[in-house]
Nanobody
């Protein structure tokens, strides 16, 4: 069971990136997916999550109105569209899968990707 994140990179403040989380070895449509991030010297925190059907989503207050989570179960992929990026969004972003209802609680997630670096800087 493997999750692979992609789409990270260096972007200027105000810019956009779209992260992807692709699964191999299992079908994502049985799992809720969360996006988490960890900045240097800080704890990993929940960013957004989406139910297995895509009908329910949730966001951390710090990203509401700027980030959008979505999923394409036919492609076995979940996305995180990040707009109006700020320097404080700089972190390694991880996706994770859980058979439980979606949440921003790290310990509820069983399967984790290796992360992708997002750097917001001028």
């Amino acid at each position: 069971l493997e999750l692979v994140e992609s789409g990270g990179g260096l972007v200027q403040p105000g810019g956009s990136l779209r992260l992807s989380c692709a699964a191999s070895g299992f079908t994502l449509d049985n799992y809720a997916i969360g996006w988490f991030r960890q900045a240097p010297g800080k704890e990993r925190e929940g960013v957004s999550c989406i139910s297995s059907s895509g009908g329910s989503t949730n966001y951390a207050d710090s990203v509401k109105g700027r980030f959008t989570i979505s999923r394409d179960n036919a492609k076995n992929t979940v996305y995180l569209q990040m707009n109006s990026l700020k320097p404080e969004d700089t972190a390694v972003y991880y996706c994770a899968a859980t058979p439980l209802p979606p949440s921003l609680v790290l310990v509820e997630y069983e399967h984790w990707g290796q992360g992708t670096q997002v750097t917001v800087s001028s």
